[in-house]
Structure formats: C-alpha cells, structure tokens
C-alpha cells in the first residue's frame, strides 16, 4: 500500500503504510491536536482505508511527543446549541474508532486529555512516553466527558479513580496510568513511537483471522456475562479451525519451525 492510495492523508493527519503496520499521525501542533471536525473525519476515513486493505495487519495512532491530543476542539464547540451538539456527527467518530476490527495502538506522549484520552482508550494497546498526561478535564469547562470517557475510563480503572478524574478533573502520570492498568508500558519520549511500531509488528506478525476474533473475544468481555462470553468465545475458537492459518501454525509447531501465516 503506498501513499498515494491513502486519500486520507492531509496536512494534520499524516497516513502511512509500514509494511503491515497503518501509521496515523495527528499533526496539528499549534493547538496540541486538538480534535477538530476535520482531523476526526480524515481519521474515519484513514482507518476505513486500513480496513479495506488485505496487507494492512495492525494500526498505529500517534501524536508529537509534546501532545498526543488536548480533546475535542474546545473553539468548535463553545457556541454551539443543543440541537446543533445533538445533530452532529463528531463524537460517533471516537465510536467508529473503537468499533475498528484491526488492532490498534495509541502512541501517546505529552497531553491525553478530553477527547485525546478518549481516543487512546477507544485503541485497543497504549504505549505511553515517561512525559504522558491523562484526564478527563472536561468538568472544569462545565460539561462531562462525551466520546466514552465516563464509561471506558471506568471500565478500565475503576469508579473510584474514574470518579476522581472525571469529577474534580485529576490528572493520571504516565506511571500512574501504567500502575491502574490503563497503559501497556510506559517508555523513554525519544522511543514511544519506534516502540509502539514494535508492538503492532509484532501483533502484524500473527495469524490475522485469528487477531481479529481475539479482539472482538476481548471486548465483548467488557459487556456480555461469563456464560455468554464464555459461549461467544468457544464458537470463534471452533470456527479458526475453518482457517488455513490454524492447520500451517499447528503443522510449523509439530515441524519445529516458525509459522508461515497467510491471513486466511
Ligand atoms: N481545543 C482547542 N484548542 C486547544 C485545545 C482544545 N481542546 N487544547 C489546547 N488548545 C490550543 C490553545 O487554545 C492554544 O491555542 P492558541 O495559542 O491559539 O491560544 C494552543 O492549543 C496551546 O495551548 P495552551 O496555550 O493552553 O498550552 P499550555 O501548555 O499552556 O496548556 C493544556 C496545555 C493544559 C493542554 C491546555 O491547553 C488545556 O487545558 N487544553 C484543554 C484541555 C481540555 O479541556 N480538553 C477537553 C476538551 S472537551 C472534550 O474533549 C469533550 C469530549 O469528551 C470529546
């Protein structure tokens, strides 16, 4: 895949193909990635693009080391009227994110806040620089977290912490978001990104019928009880064995060598 099919790809959203890893920079520095109306449409469009390409196996979603993003574009929003809000499509793009098939890996450096930390949290994996910074602010500007951070916040860390965050708008360290298991790991700013693009190498590297029904597994266990999910995930077990890629990784361990996976 190369850029010139990637009509995603505009000056503040940076798309590109590395392999078969898609890499998607947030480029609008003089607002710390702000997440305005444009930059959130190009990213829709950048991941249906890495949706619909065979080679594309795993997704990197980054920002600068200063800001992975500050939220949603406060100067968009601030005039705004009910209707206006509730007739806009803007927060559904943070859902179509999340409802990606693809793993994703959010790189973030610097501020995660409001829509930014929405964001990383609608990724399936956070890599995170020592300098990163997650909250959800959006109290201290009268409203309340509205791309899902009420509910993957709480979720993920808890209602106590998630309480604290989002009530009184504390801020979680990179440490402290790796202590609450908000974060896969926490790295040196210089790495961030380079790591991040390891770990969705390393995920590429994997059957991917088989990455794909292991994430749909794992998030539906945030939502189904245990019998269903334990149902749910004992039928995409028996169905990968309608794969080739299962019948090559079992065969590669009886050889004793390195699999060979094809993706179907
Ligand atoms: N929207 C629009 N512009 C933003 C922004 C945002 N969310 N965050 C930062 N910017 C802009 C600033 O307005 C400023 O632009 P100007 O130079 O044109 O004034 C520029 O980015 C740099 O910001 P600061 O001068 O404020 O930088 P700082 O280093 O002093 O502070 C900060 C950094 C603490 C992140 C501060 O910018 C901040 O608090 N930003 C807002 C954070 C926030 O409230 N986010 C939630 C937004 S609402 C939301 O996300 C709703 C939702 O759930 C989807």
């Not at 520095?29 to 702000?34: F, G, I, S």
């Not at 500007?141 to 009184?168: H, S």
């Amino acid at each position: 895949m190369d850029r010139s099919q990637l009509a995603s790809n505009t000056k503040e959203l940076l798309v590109e193909a590395e392999g078969p890893v898609g890499v998607i920079t947030l480029n609008r520095p003089a607002a710390l990635n702000a997440l305005n109306h444009s930059i959130m449409e190009a990213m829709v469009e950048a991941l249906e693009d890495f949706e619909r390409a065979p080679s594309i196996r795993s997704i990197v979603i980054a920002g600068s080391a200063k800001a992975f993003a500050a939220g949603a574009d406060i100067k968009e929003m601030e005039k705004a009227t009910v209707a206006e809000m509730s007739r806009d499509p803007h927060l559904s793009r943070w859902d179509r994110v999340g409802k990606c098939p693809k793993p994703l890996i959010a790189a973030v450096s610097g501020f995660a806040l409001g829509g930014g930390c929405e964001l990383a949290m609608a990724c399936d994996l956070i890599v995170a620089s020592e300098t990163a910074v997650f909250g959800q602010p959006e109290i201290m500007i009268g409203v309340i977290p509205g791309a899902g951070g009420t509910q993957r916040l709480t979720r993920i860390v808890g209602k106590t912490l998630a309480m604290e965050m989002i009530l009184a708008g504390r801020r979680l360290s990179a440490r402290g978001a790796l202590a609450h298991g908000l974060v896969n790991r926490v790295v040196p700013v210089e790495s961030f990104l380079d790591e991040a693009k390891k770990l969705a190498h390393e995920i590429a590297a994997q059957p991917p019928i088989a990455v794909r029904m292991a994430k749909e597994a794992v998030l539906k266990a945030l939502d189904m009880d245990l019998d269903t999910g334990l149902a749910f995930e004992r039928k995409l077990f028996y169905s990968l064995f309608d794969t080739e890629d299962q019948k090559e990784g079992m065969r590669a361990f009886m050889e004793k060598r390195a699999a060979r996976f094809i993706g179907k």
